[in-house]
């Protein structure tokens, strides 16, 4: 992997691939870059990509205090690394980031965002404070298994779920990254659209969620078309696109399709 340093000295580890215009993707939570590497690898036919791991993940660095200002400071060091601009795609959490990112005024071409995880739902900003502060408890006192297991039950995961999380393969490499969790609750904020913020976005910005989701889906997932429609509104120039039949972790091949023809008008 290649590496730019950012603002305040941080390394941050990144994949380049293709030719073309400059598109950096941005993952969401619990993610070090390795989700979006298939989107990448399809992307790379059309755009010069920049696939990265958020500060405190994979092979980047990571510099305390955190700030959502830090990791928006890690999007500029790779958009100057690119040539000085890019498009920029933001996934879940990573969505949130991008979204601040507009509205700090970096040097973005177009942006689209994907079920980014805010919710409008009556009871959210009281579960959402009681999440973020139970996760700065056991974070402080380094009990990564009770933080990922506390995004667990805020995304209704059932006991049985977490039980077979906790003796899955793939746990000890979630709990390396578990302290990420606060950084993505930051970049949520009130875990609320930020209408404030999202007025200074001038760019064109896609909007896209999957679904249509079944009623029985987990109540956060239900909420994710409620709070794209708020988003959009919030934006100036703002679309809104539903991809058909995909789920919170969208089809590669789909999402290229959607992306090319936007980044590209």
Known sequence: MDRVTSKDGTSIAYERQGGGPAVVLVGGGLDDGAENAPLAAELAAHFTVYNYARRGRGDSGDTPPYAVEREIEDIEALIDEAGGSAHL????????????????????????????????????????????????????????????????????????????????????????????????????????????????????????????????????VLALDQAAEAIAAGIPHAERRTLEGQGHVADPKVVVSVLERFFTQ
Do not use: K
Request: some cysteine; hydrophobic content about 45%; overall charge negative.
């Open 89 to 220: 795609y933001g996934v879940s959490t990573g969505g949130a980031l991008v979204l601040e990112a507009a509205a700090a005024g970096i040097a973005i071409d177009r942006l689209a965002v994907y079920e980014v995880p805010y919710s409008m739902a009556d009871d959210w900003p009281q579960r959402w404070r009681e999440y973020v502060e139970e996760l700065g408890a056991v974070l402080a006192e380094g009990r990564r298994g009770d933080a990922l297991e506390l995004f667990m039950r805020l995304a209704d995961s059932s006991e049985e779920d977490i039980a077979g999380a906790r003796n899955s393969p793939y746990w000890p490499g979630l709990e390396a990254i578990a302290h990420t969790l606060a950084y993505d609750a930051a970049c949520l904020g009130d875990g609320q659209p930020p209408a404030a913020r999202l007025a200074r976005i001038t760019q064109p910005t896609l909007v896209a969620t999957g679904g249509p989701y079944p009623p029985g889906a987990a109540s956060w």
